[in-house]
């Protein structure tokens, strides 16, 4: 049974630094490409920040420079570091896990992150 526990949400000052984390089990995290998605009240989940390979991480331009997705395949976990809070970042935030050329594909349950003005 694979599952995906993240953590590491909460509730944060404008300017703060949370740092989110992706357990995985069930599944050799090595061998899949990983992703931090958001949403927003009202919103439609939208791509934060993935990673493919272990190599270089893309993100959405409005964390660029603030955000940070780090895998460690030994732990099978994946970290979002985000710095630079703002409230417009306020959203739950979910992992998901893809296992590349196929539709293979798992989420999270997702974590509250709250910035305050």
């Known amino acids: 049974q694979v599952q995906l526990v993240e953590s590491g949400g909460g509730l944060v000052q404008f300017g703060g630094s949370l740092r989110l984390s992706c357990a995985a089990s069930?599944?050799?995290?090595?061998?899949?490409?990983v992703g931090w998605y958001r949403q927003a009240p009202g919103k439609a989940r939208e791509l934060v920040a993935e990673?493919?390979?272990?190599?270089?991480?893309n993100y959405q331009d409005s964390v660029k420079g603030r955000f940070t997705l780090s895998r460690d395949d030994s732990k099978n976990t994946v970290y979002l570091q985000m710095n630079s809070l703002k409230p417009e970042d306020t959203a739950v935030y979910f992992c998901?896990?893809?296992?590349?050329?196929?539709?293979?594909?798992?989420w999270g349950q997702g974590t509250q992150v709250t910035v305050s003005s």
């Open positions: 998901r896990v893809n296992l590349p050329g196929t539709a293979l594909n798992f």
């Open positions: 990673n493919a390979d272990g190599g270089q991480s």
């Open positions: 069930g599944i050799d995290l090595g061998l899949y490409a």
